[in-house]
């Protein structure tokens, strides 16, 4: 590998070499080519590149692309260089130019490069003719009149180079981008991030496109109806995107979509074009036996135009050859989350779906994440198997959406298979069943056998259905030509692309066909869509079911959605179903009845599932019928602009053996997994709810078997009312009292450490104003309220007469006492509860954890039976009425020194109570250090 020394001595000598021949290279005759092989390829050469493929490897493993060129007008529709990590992800693109164009001045080259680099999703890329050296942000959307300046994130001249070379060797050379450099540069403050990232972007532009066609067939196709109009205009879109990426990776010859603006009725231009594209690809896209709406249409030809122009320079941001089908299915992902409605009057209107608003919006799942199930689940699968072997493995995303999980199953598999052939033994010239090209890259008979052999999924959406097809097909369509197409055409007489009718099916993965046995209106039963799994994939489950199944599964309440018959149906299908049904829980239930024996689940969940009540019933499935792998808990938000707290979970279908360990992840920030502990999968049953505690470990199990011994419930003592729902908060909480029947309230904000933070606010105590707490005794008695929010109970004394809304649960004696309250309230507020709380009773939730009433009513309270427990308790009551008292005098105190004594006094009164209360447990020093460490 090139040393820093030798690199700088190599592009100083070419410094020197153009400045004395600066004219002559400067003269318009001196070409791109030229300067290419005289200085570009030199100049990264220095650097560490293997510009000329000198290692020798195959096309799909060279560590710089040299992009075949397309020229189109006199311009070029590929980046000149690609330079890519080992695996063949992308770090830049450069564009090279010849020294007569101006890199600092002309906008057409700032634009070019911006546009291939936005395109990729890459973060940056570079122009340069040697002379000039220009570094872009390609994360600010780019526009055509843009001025070069605009995004430039650094210019060099080539008497700069030397100068700056520190730079240059630092974020560019090969050894410093495998060490990390060309990453710290991308965090650093160098730059300012764009926002209007290309999927984001394409996002606006597809709902754009939806709106044009959905109100012009709906107006001018009046006996077309809802489901007719949603179908018609998502095969035009699909269709013209696959065609338009066609265009510009060389497949189809560019421009051949933009002619069909020119002349007569657009539409049916457009539509010949569709009816050529199945001759040549034989894809369900453009079976128009199957599809009998989309031939007799009427489009306004403006639409057809519109649509078409903005799918070209100069109104066209994206460059299709290098817009990966990741970033379409993001983009498309958010895109299905709506849906055309026809009003009466036969006019249409775009509204979220039903269940996407009521969970919040759509959540397209990061491709890390795609990747790590990916590799947990179908890499252990296919590990040392031979092509034969793997075309046996079936793997199913039951509720696919955009197809994110199978692409990414797909391309583990194109990758494995290329490495595989790659290493035993290369292809001879000619012959059909060639898996690689002389280029070493899979044929598309090789990738068509892989994708019907191997990927199947099923939505609900019939539309998730098709975009996951077109998403299959346009990765197909990676690495084709128009030539390599042709030879396939005209002398093996296969067409290019698989039918997918038999892979991705629309149904409802949860509802089989016994559904029918309820009487339901037609209409109803069409959007359910019943299901059978077995009829649908008979082969399949000749041989036992699924080896792999991954995804991301809805996360929506089935009470909230469906008609009273789904809900029912399901909690007589499902053991999970129990109370609140969660559609997440249902899938991880019934995927596993999908699985062969010994198959992989991956997927990624909320992780409410892990300890929340209600889903005991899944846990007792897992732990009885499969073998837990793994747990990976995030500590972030996944989902960008939603607050679900999100966990990986791997199981394999067999029982797990005594000894069976589950390993225990945790990522703090994308993506560093780090690995916590290996639990026994049976210690989970140690507790009577099953709960899958991740963060216990043995000493943990040992310090709450002790606590628990050794203490009474609280609700040995007390019960819990959740306070106030008001039909409108707005409207029913005043800040004065208006009125002899507003009460003074609090809630959740209010409650403090030991202290209350006084009442600013009524609430109308009526039935008509309450929906649910209205039960008056609660709140003229003297009790100890809790936040609902936080991560462990927060607690204080509230006096009778003051209401509280619906964030605060009410803790009251079933006999009333003073002091008992007072003592009670140290245990809640203690050390030894929170750390009780964080291992038994913790929902895992790192966004608005919410504090539970079963929960709360189960926390520990140690048991007084002798003289010197009972002198202890005296002192924890005195205490916690003498710092509650300090407390109250603190908000009070202006002088700084006194409020530093107060502080200072309490914190030895609430030092004093932790001691008190370990020592009513009789806690070990190692006891209490683990409880100390904790919290």
Same mark, same amino acid.
């Given at each position: 590998?090139?040393?820093?020394?030798?690199?700088?001595?190599?592009?100083?000598?070419?410094?020197?070499?153009?400045?004395?021949q600066f004219e002559s290279y400067k003269n318009s005759d001196y070409n791109e080519t030229l300067t290419r092989r005289d200085f570009i390829d030199p100049f990264f050469k220095a650097l560490g590149w293997d510009i000329d493929n000198e290692s020798g490897y195959a096309e799909a493993y060279r560590e710089v692309i040299h992009e075949d060129k397309v020229k189109v007008s006199g311009s070029t529709k590929a980046p000149d260089y690609s330079f890519r990590l080992v695996g063949g992800k992308r770090l830049f693109?450069?564009?090279?130019?010849?020294?007569?164009?101006?890199?600092?001045?002309?906008?057409?080259?700032?634009?070019?490069?911006?546009?291939?680099?936005?395109?990729?999703?890459?973060?940056?890329?570079?122009?340069?003719?040697?002379?000039?050296?220009?570094?872009?942000?390609?994360?600010?959307? *780019?526009? *055509?009149n843009d001025k070069p300046p605009v995004a430039r994130i650094k210019y060099l001249?080539?008497?700069?180079?030397?100068?700056?070379?520190?730079?240059?060797?630092?974020?560019?050379?090969?050894?410093?981008? !495998?060490?990390?450099?060309?990453?710290?540069?991308?965090?650093?403050?160098?730059?300012?991030?764009?926002?209007?990232?290309v999927d984001k972007d394409f996002l606006e532009s597809l709902d754009r496109w939806r709106t044009y066609l959905a109100v012009s067939i709906s107006w001018n196709n009046k006996t077309l109806d809802e489901e007719e109009i949603n179908f018609v205009v998502q095969q035009t879109i699909d269709r013209i995107i696959f065609l338009r990426?066609?265009?510009?990776?060389?497949?189809? *010859?560019?421009?051949?979509?933009?002619?069909?603006?020119?002349?007569?009725?657009?539409?049916?231009? !457009?539509?010949?074009?569709? &009816?050529?594209?199945?001759?040549?690809?034989?894809?369900?896209?453009?079976?128009?036996?199957?599809?009998?709406?989309?031939?007799?249409?009427?489009?306004?030809?403006?639409?057809?135009?519109?649509?078409?122009n903005e799918l070209y320079y100069p109104e066209c941001p994206y460059e299709f050859s290098v817009l990966s089908v990741e970033i379409l299915g993001s983009a498309y992902e958010q895109f299905l989350g709506k849906v055309i409605r026809i009003t009466p009057a036969h006019h249409a209107k775009i509204e979220e779906k039903p269940e996407v608003r009521k969970a919040g919006g759509v959540y397209y799942t990061p491709q890390y994440i795609v990747d790590y199930i990916v590799k947990s689940t179908v890499g252990k699968l296919i590990e040392g198997k031979t092509p034969k072997e793997i075309s046996k493995i079936k793997i199913l995303d039951p509720a696919c959406g955009s197809g994110s999980f199978l692409i990414g199953a797909f391309q583990?598999?194109?990758?494995?298979?290329?490495?595989?052939?790659?290493?035993?033994?290369?292809?001879?010239?000619?012959?059909?069943?060639?898996?690689l090209t002389p280029e070493g890259n899979l044929t598309s008979a090789e990738k068509k056998r892989i994708l019907l052999n191997n990927i199947f999924g099923v939505d609900l959406d019939a539309n998730a259905v098709e975009v996951t097809k077109l998403s299959l097909l346009i990765k197909c369509l990676e690495g084709e030509t128009d030539a390599s197409?042709?030879? &396939?055409?005209?002398?093996?007489?296969?067409?290019?692309? *698989?039918?997918?009718?038999? +892979?991705?099916?629309?149904?409802?993965?949860?509802?089989?066909t016994d559904f029918y046995s309820s009487e339901l209106e037609l209409g109803f039963e069409k959007n359910i869509k019943p299901f059978n799994w077995r009829k649908n994939f008979p082969l399949i489950f000749d041989e036992g079911g699924f080896d792999a199944i991954i995804g991301n599964p809805p996360y929506v309440m089935l009470q909230n959605l469906e008609k009273?018959?789904?809900?029912?149906?399901?909690?007589?299908?499902?053991?999970?179903?129990?109370?609140?049904?969660?559609?997440?829980?249902?899938?991880?239930?019934?995927?596993?009845?999908?699985?062969?024996?010994?198959?992989?689940?991956?997927?990624?969940?909320? +992780?409410?599932?892990?300890? +929340?009540?209600?889903?005991?019933?899944?846990?007792?499935?897992?732990?009885?019928? $499969?073998?837990?792998?793994?747990?990976?808990?995030?500590?972030?938000?996944?989902?960008?602009?939603?607050?679900?707290?999100?966990?990986?979970?791997? !199981?394999?279908?067999?029982?797990?053996s005594p000894q069976t360990k589950v390993e225990i992840k945790e990522v703090q920030k994308p993506f560093y997994p780090i690995f916590k502990s290996s639990i026994l999968q049976n210690s989970f049953t140690r507790n009577q709810r099953l709960d899958f505690n991740v963060s216990i470990t043995d000493i943990?199990?040992? $310090?709450?078997?002790?606590?628990?011994?050794?203490?009474? &419930?609280?609700?040995?003592?007390?019960?819990?009312?959740?306070?106030?729902?008001?039909?409108?908060?707005?409207?029913?909480?005043?800040?004065?009292?208006?009125?002899?029947?507003?009460?003074?309230?609090?809630?959740?904000?209010?409650?403090?450490?030991?202290?209350?933070?006084?009442?600013?606010?009524?609430?109308?105590?009526?039935?008509?104003?309450?929906?649910?707490?209205?039960?008056?005794?609660?709140?003229? &008695?003297?009790?100890?309220?809790?936040?609902?929010?936080?991560?462990?109970?927060?607690?204080?004394?509230?006096?009778?007469?003051?209401?509280?809304?619906?964030?605060?649960? +009410?803790?009251?004696?079933?006999?009333?006492?003073?002091?008992?309250?007072?003592?009670?309230l140290a245990i809640i507020n203690s050390r030894t509860t929170k750390y009780y709380w964080q291992k038994k009773n913790s929902d895992e939730k790192k966004t608005f954890p919410k504090i539970k009433k079963e929960a709360i009513l189960s926390i520990p309270v140690p048991r007084i039976t002798n003289p010197v427990q009972e002198s202890i308790k005296t002192e924890i009551i005195k205490l916690v009425d003498q710092t509650m008292t300090l407390k109250k005098e603190l908000t009070l105190t202006k002088v700084p020194a006194k409020a530093d004594q107060i502080l200072n006094r309490t914190d030895f009164y609430l030092e004093r109570i932790d001691e008190l209360i370990f020592d009513l447990y009789n806690f070990s020093i190692s006891e209490k250090n683990l409880i100390n460490s904790l919290c």
């Open positions: 590998m090139t040393n820093k020394q030798t690199a700088k001595e190599k592009i100083e000598s070419l410094v020197i070499r153009f400045e004395e693109f450069v564009e090279a130019k010849k020294p007569s164009i101006s890199v600092k001045e002309d906008i057409q080259p700032a634009y070019q490069v911006r546009r291939y680099g936005w395109s990729a999703k890459l973060p940056i890329s570079i122009i340069t003719d040697f002379e000039e050296f220009s570094i872009y942000d390609c994360t600010k959307k *780019p526009k *055509p001249s080539f008497r700069d180079y030397i100068k700056e070379f520190d730079f240059l060797w630092d974020t560019f050379s090969k050894e410093q981008v !495998l060490k990390g450099s060309f990453d710290k540069y991308l965090q650093s403050d160098t730059h300012k991030k764009g926002t209007a990232t990426i066609a265009e510009d990776r060389g497949v189809e *010859p560019y421009g051949t979509l933009h002619h069909a603006t020119k002349l007569g009725n657009l539409y049916q231009n !457009l539509f010949e074009l569709f &009816q050529k594209a199945d001759q040549k690809y034989n894809s369900g896209l453009f079976d128009f036996k199957k599809d009998k709406i989309s031939q007799d249409v009427i489009i306004d030809n403006k639409v057809i135009k519109t649509i078409l583990y598999l194109l990758d494995y298979h290329k490495d595989y052939y790659s290493e035993n033994g290369k292809p001879s010239k000619g012959k059909k069943d060639n898996p197409i042709q030879q &396939q055409l005209s002398i093996w007489h296969e067409r290019v692309l *698989p039918t997918l009718e038999s +892979n991705i099916k629309n149904g409802n993965s949860l509802i089989d009273r018959e789904v809900f029912e149906y399901s909690s007589k299908k499902y053991r999970s179903a129990k109370y609140k049904i969660d559609t997440y829980q249902l899938f991880i239930e019934r995927s596993i009845t999908l699985l062969r024996k010994d198959g992989l689940l991956g997927f990624i969940t909320p +992780n409410t599932f892990l300890k +929340n009540i209600h889903a005991e019933p899944l846990r007792r499935l897992i732990i009885e019928t $499969t073998q837990l792998n793994e747990l990976l808990i995030f500590n972030y938000s996944v989902f960008t602009s939603a607050s679900v707290d999100t966990c990986i979970i791997i !199981l394999e279908n067999k029982i797990a943990d199990i040992e $310090t709450i078997g002790k606590i628990e011994s050794e203490s009474v &419930q609280l609700n040995t003592y007390c019960k819990a009312y959740f306070g106030i729902q008001t039909f409108d908060r707005n409207k029913f909480v005043a800040k004065e009292k208006l009125s002899d029947d507003y009460q003074p309230v609090i809630d959740g904000s209010n409650i403090s450490f030991y202290y209350l933070i006084p009442a600013t606010e009524y609430v109308l105590f009526k039935p008509s104003a309450i929906k649910s707490g209205g039960e008056e005794s609660i709140y003229r &008695q003297e009790r100890i309220c809790l936040r609902q929010i936080g991560a462990s109970p927060i607690a204080t004394i509230v006096p009778a007469n003051l209401f509280t809304l619906n964030t605060i649960y +009410n803790v009251y004696l079933k006999v009333y006492d003073h002091d008992l309250l007072l003592f009670l």
